[in-house]
């Protein structure tokens, strides 16, 4: 079973539009990372957020985390038709370092 | 390219087969990890090998084993197929898999049984 929900499901917006995406999960983790998939694909590593922190920039990536409301939000500003995509968000527990994947939000970005 | 490779890219089989999935981490790397991800179940954990050794294990069926070897490419073994078990396999690897690192992972091999 997944560890946790995204929210959207699903989000269509214009290229220059920002994107943002949000991801939930049940139990204390070491750290949250997020990831891309492009259709069928593999996985794209984006970032990664420890549970200390709050807030994480990597380009037009910027990643929030409140360990206290169990969540974590991915914005990803002024879109590009490339930035289609499936993300995810994936937990790492405190017990050890498997991922646990939430169901992924499909971003579309129209050009 | 994340530096997994995985092979083969496509498998195409018949219920009741057996297969092989090959994976090579990423150079340096002593951690792989297995998932599988299909409609029903999305992305999940199989087995995590660190240096030869099994580390932790997820939902993975008991017609599925794995190992490292020596060279620390790892394998994925399907026995009996079933129709549920085409999905998308992937590999990651990571340094040493023990404690807060990011995982990289492979192209993926996708599985079909009909």
């Known amino acids: 079973s997944q560890q946790g929900e995204e929210d959207p499901q699903a989000l269509s917006i214009q290229e220059g539009e920002n994107a943002t995406m949000n991801c939930s999960y049940k139990t204390s983790i070491n750290n949250l990372q997020w990831y891309r998939q492009n259709s069928g694909r593999g996985l794209v590593h984006l970032i990664l957020i420890r549970s200390n922190e709050r807030e994480k920039h990597s380009g037009r990536l910027r990643v929030t985390l409140d360990t206290s409301k169990k969540s974590s939000s991915l914005l990803i500003t002024a879109s590009r038709a490339a930035d289609t995509a499936s993300y995810f968000c994936?937990?790492?527990?405190?017990?050890?370092?498997?991922?646990?994947f939430g169901e992924g939000t499909q971003l579309t970005v129209n050009p | 390219d994340s530096g997994v490779t995985q092979t083969p890219k496509h498998l195409i089989t018949a219920t009741g087969q057996r297969v092989t999935l090959r994976c090579s981490p990423r150079?340096?790397?002593?951690?792989v990890y297995w998932y599988q991800q299909s409609l029903d179940q999305g992305l999940q954990f199989l087995i995590q090998y660190y240096n030869g050794e099994e580390r932790a294990k997820g939902n993975i069926l008991e017609r599925f084993s794995a190992q490292q070897f020596p060279d620390l490419h790892s394998e994925l073994n399907l026995s009996s197929l079933e129709l549920g078990d085409s999905a998308l396999y992937f590999c990651?690897?990571?340094?040493?898999?023990?404690?807060?690192?990011?995982?990289?992972f492979g192209p993926g091999t996708r599985l079909l049984v009909l």
């Open positions: 150079s340096g790397d002593l951690s």
């Open positions: 990651a690897s990571s340094v040493e898999g023990t404690r807060v690192e990011t995982q990289y």
């Open positions: 994936a937990t790492a527990e405190t017990s050890g370092s498997r991922l646990t």
